[in-house]
């Protein structure tokens, strides 16, 4: 995960690249240094736009109904959801990008009328 806070445009931009073998926790740490960057700019008390992208490819999550398709949900999975939840996020690739699967996404705190 790299991530840039673009002062001018106010807006933090993040690229995440999670391959398909690695393990849920490495996962589980990309979520947690992507809460890090949202937490060191809101220290700042600035407000700051949002755009994530990258391929997560995450098969167990539920796109439509904002929820882990897992019994019982993972918790690198369930981090993300509330990762999302806290900071508003918005997820607005809509369309299956590998196979059935929406693999790679993006996230933005801006409603796609704003964009």
Not at 51 to 56: A, E, I, L, M, R
Request: charged share 25%.
């Amino acid at each position: 995960m790299v991530a840039v806070y673009v002062e001018s445009l106010h807006t933090i931009f993040a690229v995440v690249y999670r391959p398909p073998d690695s393990p849920d926790s490495d996962f589980g740490g990309c979520v947690d240094g992507l809460r890090e960057v949202m937490d060191d700019r809101s220290k700042d008390d600035r407000h700051s736009d949002v755009c994530v992208v990258g391929d997560f490819n995450v098969l167990v999550f539920n796109w439509e109904e904002s929820a882990v398709s897992t019994n019982p949900p993972n918790g690198a999975y369930q981090r993300l959801m509330t990762f999302l939840e806290v900071n508003f996020l918005t997820q607005v690739v809509k369309e299956p990008t590998r196979g059935p699967n929406i693999l790679d996404l993006i996230l933005t705190s801006k409603s796609q009328r704003e964009s």
